[in-house]
């Protein structure tokens, strides 16, 4: 089955730096991606749409200043945390969509857990 | 109105008891609907995907799925400590899932 790869799985960093999570899709081509973040004990939430070639999509309330999506090509899409803050902890989650068909599922990454200090 | 509810746990069952989890979906234009499992810390797994109403069965997994009622449900056959996890049900409409809150399940040895 199609399989997606995220880097990293795990990363501390400290509070008012960067944080560049990957997101690949290693046998097909994804022209969409998405982000979500999971709260512990919540539910996955929809934070932007990666669109390959275009602007990322942002949900709303999630702020694209600080959530930079950068689709650079069809196999990978990068989100950049920026100016991580505690409340910036969290579990990130990519996901790409099977390609074809009318009836698609996400296959997701491996999921980055960040811990802002 | 959250577009895909479950019903809320946790859930608890014995051993080789059966396990029902149920989700309701807002959106009549849904046409694929999901159930993955999420073990603690890890991404979500797909385990059961339906289309059409009815039943589809996958060994100990049976999804339902009644269009009428937007209801979808999961029931795990002879439970087992290892499906001790959360449940998500979730929709998808291109490409992108829309998740339930998710049920998490504990199967008691």
């Known amino acids: 089955g199609a399989v997606v790869s995220q880097h990293p799985s795990r990363v501390i960093c400290k509070s008012g730096t960067s944080v560049k999570i990957e997101c690949r899709s290693l046998?097909?081509?994804?022209?969409?991606m998405f982000w979500y973040r999971q709260f512990p004990k919540q539910s996955l939430m929809l934070m932007a749409t990666?669109?390959?070639?275009?602007?990322?999509?942002?949900e709303q309330g999630v702020e694209k200043d600080k959530f930079l999506i950068n689709h650079a090509s069809l196999t990978l899409s990068t989100l950049t945390v920026t100016s991580a803050h505690p409340e910036d902890s969290s579990f990130y989650i990519c996901?790409?969509?099977?390609?074809?068909?009318?009836?698609?599922?996400?296959?997701f990454g491996q999921g980055t857990r960040l811990t802002v200090v | 109105q959250k577009e895909v509810e479950q019903n809320s746990g946790p859930l608890s069952v014995p051993e080789g008891a059966i396990a029902s989890l149920n989700c309701t979906y807002s959106?009549?234009?849904?046409?694929?609907f999901f159930w993955y499992r999420q073990y603690s810390g890890k991404s979500p797994e797909l385990i059961m995907s339906?289309?059409?109403?009815g039943d589809k069965e996958d060994g100990r997994f049976t999804a339902q799925l009644n269009k009428a009622s937007q209801y979808v449900s999961l029931l795990i056959r002879d439970s087992q400590p290892s499906d001790s996890a959360t449940y998500l049900c979730?929709?998808?409409?291109?490409?992108?899932?829309?998740f339930g809150d998710g049920t998490t399940l504990t199967v008691k040895p």
């Open positions: 996901s790409a969509p099977r390609q074809g068909g009318v009836n698609t599922e996400a296959f």
């Open positions: 046998d097909f081509q994804a022209t969409t």
């Open positions: 990666s669109n390959e070639g275009s602007k990322a999509t942002y």
């Open positions: 959106d009549r234009v849904s046409q694929s």
């Open positions: 339906i289309y059409s109403n």
């Open positions: 979730a929709t998808t409409g291109a490409g992108k899932s829309t």
